[in-house]
């Protein structure tokens, strides 16, 4: 929801009440334009110091399900809508019905409104466009608004289409250089201006995305610290992942699209901070490609996740995974890409592999379900290879909640939950020890919180 309303048009405390209407979500962007005005109401007024409106505010999540929490509050009195039209706009809950309303607001065409629609936006932090659906009209839209948010934008999800090229008036206010037609400018020159962005999801975008065209956006965020690259990439061929510039303060990456094995190949600059790392949807992806960038960043990763959409990927391409990367802390693995020899005690390095959270994915193809048991973790954790594993996560199309498969999966359950009984009663003597400090000093990556307790979890896929 979107507050569309000025600061002038609303009544004073005593003459406001907030409509029993209000409750839908949905419906609230309609009100706006529609809703006569609170009828006037002679009550006794309760002031309240700014500095305890502030601290309730603080107190309420941003996103949909406050979005009329919000709205109610910043109808209380003006004081009530100075501290809190900040928060009904940090974190905008856009659908195709509400963003017309969203765009007037922020992107006034009357020249006497854009000072207002310049404030508004400069409230917004993060812009979820990812509920929209495809309308021609909002390519033009979508570059207003990064245009408009640029000093404060932080998370930005794309919408699936409208995103590539657009119409727009703000062309003399942007780069020259990311402009083909000066009648037309791309949403990656207005994304580009968006100097505090944290976070940017691309992977929604249906149209085809040169690659080229978003590392040239990417020089300019220095804060990046997670990218999401879009399912539809087009990579030019030739061209290595030398020829671009990552943002330096990178630590979440999503690989997707077209990315070629010389792409993979290639990555030799990737920023030191990066620790997280996603391989998904990448049709064209070898698996000796893979590995060999698994290789590389296997010093800096604690976090990986390898989806089931790599079809080049054979049965057990990263059966040795473990040993390519030996400071993991969380996997998300497809047993499409692994057999049972994954386990074994060859393929873990010694004495003992960190990992902490394992994930099992499948694509539910014919024999999948058949490749990974309960058994096979048991052994490994008992055999030491995995013996700091203590959360397991399996898809259901894996079958493990069969009768066939219960008892192998108590008795799994109840080993982690015996090695984390060991693990407090040892982190215990340590305390009571003049070794904590060298125990400190030795573990250089850190383990999950004891508040995560142990255990076999399944989840749908």
């Known amino acids: ?24 979500i949905d419906s609230l962007w309609l009100l706006f334009s529609d809703l006569p005005k609170p009828p006037t109401r002679r009550s006794p007024h309760v002031h309240l110091p700014t500095e305890l409106v502030l601290a309730i505010f603080s107190f309420l999540p941003h996103g949909r399900a406050s979005q009329s929490t919000f709205y109610a509050c910043v109808l209380v009195s003006r004081q009530w809508y100075e501290a809190g039209i900040r928060h009904l706009y940090h974190s905008p ?20 409104l854009s000072g207002r629609g310049d404030q508004l936006a400069g409230f917004v932090r993060r812009l979820d466009m990812s509920h929209l659906v495809h309308d021609g009209r909002r390519k033009s839209f979508t ?3 990064l245009a408009r948010m640029r000093g404060s934008l932080e998370e930005f999800v794309a919408p699936a289409a409208a995103f590539a090229w657009a119409d727009s008036f703000l062309t003399t206010k942007l780069p020259k250089s990311l402009t083909n037609n000066p009648f037309r400018v791309n949403c990656f020159a207005a994304l580009s201006k968006c100097a505090s962005l944290r976070s940017l999801d ?11 065209e978003l590392f040239h956006a990417l020089r300019a965020l220095p804060q990046l610290q997670t990218l999401c690259f879009p399912r539809s990439s087009n990579y030019h061929r030739g061209l290595g992942v030398n020829c671009f510039t990552w943002p330096p303060s990178l630590r979440a990456l999503t690989l997707a699209g077209g990315i070629s094995d010389t792409f993979l190949l290639t990555a030799n600059n990737v920023p030191p901070t990066l620790d997280t790392l996603t391989i998904e949807y990448c049709p064209f992806a070898k698996g000796s490609a893979v590995r060999n960038l698994l290789a590389k960043l296997a010093p800096q990763l604690t976090n990986l996740k ?45 004495p003992s592999h960190p990992l902490y959270l394992l994930t099992l994915e499948s694509s539910g193809s014919l024999g999948v379900d058949q490749k990974i048991g309960p058994n096979d973790i048991y052994i490994a954790v008992c055999e030491g290879g995995l013996s700091n594993l203590r959360q397991v996560r399996v898809s259901q199309r894996l079958g493990w909640t069969s009768n066939e498969m219960k008892t192998d999966v108590s008795d799994l359950v109840h080993l ?22 060298m125990w400190k000093k030795a573990r250089s990556r850190p383990r999950a919180p004891s508040s995560v307790k142990a255990g076999v979890w399944m989840f749908e896929s």
């Open 143 to 145: 570059a207003k608004l």
């Open 1 to 24: 929801m979107v507050m569309a309303l000025a600061a002038n048009e609303l009544l004073p405390c005593e003459g406001n009440t907030v409509p029993d209407a209000v409750t839908d």
């Open 416 to 437: 982690l939950k015996v090695k984390e009984g060991e693990d407090a009663e040892s982190q215990q003597k340590y305390e009571e020890s003049e070794e904590l400090a």
């Open 93 to 112: 809950y856009l659908t195709p019905r509400a963003f017309l309303s969203f765009v007037a607001t922020v992107v006034p065409m009357s020249s006497k």
């Open 306 to 350: 390898i989806s089931y959409h790599i079809p080049t990927l054979h049965y057990n391409a990263l059966d040795r995974l473990l040993l390519i990367c030996p400071y993991l802390h969380t996997l998300t693995i497809a047993v499409d890409y692994i057999s049972s020899d994954f386990f074994h005690e060859d393929n873990a390095p010694n």
């Open 202 to 212: 691309l992977a929604l975008i249906s149209e085809s995305i040169s690659l080229s």
